[in-house]
């Protein structure tokens, strides 16, 4: 359980203990963010097989779009073994990055600094798109109440979405795998960025 892995770097009140978003801002608050960056990616660090699912949709021949919605790297992985053009953009938090929204990359992993929230268009065969972060390459994380109030408070206009994302996702419907929204700001975040209903067809929004 992540949140498990972070208390254990900070304690925080009982009450709390299995909220991964309230336990972040606590550790946030009182132990400073860089204490939450670090435990995250202490919890994604090792390596870990890509799995069948994972090589099937980078394999799919036509796929613009796929939304990785967890912080591992297993779908960056799977699209590194294919011999296709593509990139990432990933959201990343207000309280590291002020004012940016989101981070592209390279499939090797450089920043492309040219590109940020207005870019509209990808410049990929397939674009990787990662809302929370990922802990590769820069360990860029969105977890905690702050982060997520930051990126709900701005997305009923779209802010936070890329537009290359706004575009590729346009006249399509998602698809969503292993996403439980067993909480309401599950459910609130997949329902305000995808701005769509969630069907069989469509982009691939994947949570492990």
Not at 56 to 65: E, I
Not at 119 to 130: G, I, K, N
Not at 196 to 208: E, H, I, N, Q
């Amino acid at each position: 359980m992540l949140v498990g892995k972070l208390i254990a770097k900070a304690s925080v009140p009982h009450k709390i203990r299995n909220n991964l978003t309230a336990a972040a801002q606590f550790i946030e608050n009182f132990k400073h963010r860089k204490t939450v960056a670090a435990a995250m990616t202490e919890a994604f660090k090792p390596d870990m097989p890509v799995t069948d699912l994972h090589q099937y949709l980078a394999g799919l021949p036509n796929l613009p779009l796929l939304v990785h919605a967890w912080y591992d790297k297993l779908s960056q992985q799977a699209l590194a073994e294919q011999s296709k053009s593509w990139g990432m953009v990933q959201g990343v938090s207000q309280a590291e990055h002020f004012g940016n929204w989101v981070h592209y990359f390279n499939a090797d992993g450089s920043r492309r600094e040219e590109l940020n929230t207005a870019t509209p268009e990808s410049p990929w065969s397939t674009l990787l798109y990662q809302p929370i972060g990922s802990v590769t390459p820069a360990a860029n994380f969105l977890v905690s109440d702050s982060d997520y109030v930051e990126v709900l408070t701005e997305i009923d206009i779209q802010t936070p979405i890329p537009k290359a994302v706004q575009q590729l996702r346009s006249g399509r419907n998602f698809l969503f795998l292993g996403c439980r929204f067993s909480t309401q700001l599950e459910r609130s975040f997949a329902s305000r960025s995808s701005s769509v209903p969630a069907t069989s067809t469509g982009p691939c929004c994947l949570k492990r």
